[in-house]
């Protein structure tokens, strides 16, 4: 009678272990659970910290996620900052993939040699929500593409060739359009981000074209690469102002940033936007939409940070619980000129 007592109670006592220790989340690509709550791990790795754009952009993804989480289910959200260096974002995947995150968030530093992280972080079988930087196979080539057949990675981002193509329409649609002396040429300065990167390529390309395509004729007095930055758009802006003075009719910065810097310029150099000059960027940060609306700024494009972070967020969460999701999420830019 003893010894089926003990038996019953060691029957017991497995069975409630075993409900103890099962897998959290069966069915799911992961978490843990303690005390109720589910928690996901999530690696967020930016390309810098230090850029206007992306720390909106960051700060939205953070709150978003807490916002998400509740007495079931908890994000744990882990988020460094690669410093434009890709050996310093590379040694931050492998932190992430031995840390055993349930998911990883990948803005690049380097969209040209992205094929090793984002291998790596396939092969450890951790969803990828790639954003902001569209990645380029390491020929500049679109091989990594075939990555995004893998069902756990997929791109968020904005197409920029409409973000060029509204900074082109902007000035297009001007009365003189842009043609301030009106010699039939709209005379204009180019201020690029990174060049690796698709968005400053595109921005540069589109805005042009958008002028082009209407039938009008452009000169490109001076294209420099400001790398996001509002003190290289400064410097760049304060030169070319020097160099060519009132030739220089619109100044197309690939993001506000840079137009913030060009701004600090046009004044310095006794300019004044809307009446000899126009500028425009694009991201629609709040201080140049202020700009906009008192007429010291032509226009921006609303880079929408909030809709990119909301989506990257929501997709990730899709494959922590383990739906299928799509290769490319898109979200629109928007035209701001008042
Ligand atoms: C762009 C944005 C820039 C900069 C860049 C970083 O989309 O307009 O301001 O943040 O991303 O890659």
New binding site residues.
Partial sequence: MKKALALILALVMTLALAACGGKAGAGTSGGSASSGAKTYKVGVAI?QFD????TLYRNELQNYFNSLSNDSVKYDITIVDGKNDMAEQNNQIDNFISQGMDAIILNLVQTSSADAAIDKIVKAGIPLILI??EPLGDNGDESYKGILDNAKVCYVGADARQSGTYQGEIIRDLANHGDVNGDGKISYIMIE??PE?V?AQYRTEFSIKALTDAGLTVECLDDQIGN?AQAKGQEICANDLAKYGNQVEVVFCN?D?MALGAATSITAAGRTVGTDIYLVG??ALEECQQMVQAGTMTGTVL?DHIGQSHTAVDVTVKALNGESIQNYYWVDYVKVTK
């Fill in positions: 390309y850029d206007n754009f992306m902001n930087r981000g990174d990167n968005d996001w993001n940033a694009v991201d880079n």
